[in-house]
């Protein structure tokens, strides 16, 4: 088992830098092979076959994933609300309990 | 001295030439696999071709056939395996690549894993891990349980947009130590928050250590949603899980 660790080790580590200007859905053959939707997808000339990559490698591709890159203010609120939430739900629970 | 024409399998040979070009390297694997019978090149060549239903097929049929657990993991996974990460290093293939070929050694090691623990080969602790609700990233995930799975960990990959329910229903039935979600998105990030109170409402939460990571992920929100861990890359994941899996052990006694 060690030696698979110290492989993957190494294979995890390059994918890591790789993965800074390359898509990691991006196969060895240019095509997309996420599920998902992203600005870089484009469509094959054979209609049918997996979309390409159109991403040029001269910018991070991460932001095509993100619909808004700015909503971490947002979404640490929305994180409060969920907690709030929760708290003042099983509070209310507890105290029907009780009753 | 081994030569090329010593392995008998043509795919191999074929990989060898094509794509090794450090001399060391050349002369490590032909020596390996002029050594190794074919039967396990067939396995090396389909795990490096990524046909997981194959490398299944192959090592089930190796142990019926007598063939010894370890000479199937290190002659026919492992050794495959070793071209595959210089494929990659080379920029031959690239990750999508390399997680098929990871889940093609997952078909053969679900035979072999079993032999081993039974062995006293045991893994250290079972990890669940999926991509929360409305989120259909999976690379880091899919590496982080490459990486855990090289490491002696058991996992369940749930997949993707994994609701609350999905979760829960799956720690009942697997029972794991830790549980690791996965977020792409600040958008789904707040899933992982649902979730965890989702797990507390369930009276689950205190069966599981909880791990979260993904781009968008950070120490702070990790904390702010009562995880119990962030991982910021698959590497620092493995270290990570064995530290809470040690904290839960602890905790049972």
Known sequence: MERISEMFTDMVAHAEAVCKTRCPYRDRKDRCTAEFRCRNQRQPETAGAPLICGHDGEFDYRSAWESNPLAHARTKKKLGEIRDGATRRRAASRRKKTD | MAVLSDITNEFIRQEIEEYLERPEEIERNIELFARVRPAMQEIAAALIEGEDGEVDRLTKQALDGGTEALEIMDDGLIAGMGIVGIKFREAMIFVPEVLA???????????????????GVKPIAK??????????????????????????????????????DEFIDAIEEHQPSILGMSALLTTTMPNMGKTIEALIDADVRDDVMIMVGGAPVTQEF??????????????????????????????RG
Do not use: Q, W
């Open chain 2, 101 to 119: 070929c990871a889940r093609a050694m997952k078909a053969g090691m679900k035979y072999i894993e079993p032999i081993l623990s039974d062995s």
């Open chain 2, 127 to 164: 990890v669940l891990m999926g991509t929360v609700k409305g989120d259909l990233h999976d690379i880091g995930k899919n590496l982080c349980t490459m990486m855990l799975r090289g490491s002696g960990f058991e996992v369940v990959d749930l997949g993707v947009d994994i609701s609350d």
């Open chain 2, 222 to 251: 990790a904390d702010d949603m009562g995880a119990d861990g962030y991982g910021k890359d698959a590497l620092s994941c493995v270290s990570l899980a064995k530290s809470l899996a040690k904290s839960l052990a602890g905790e």
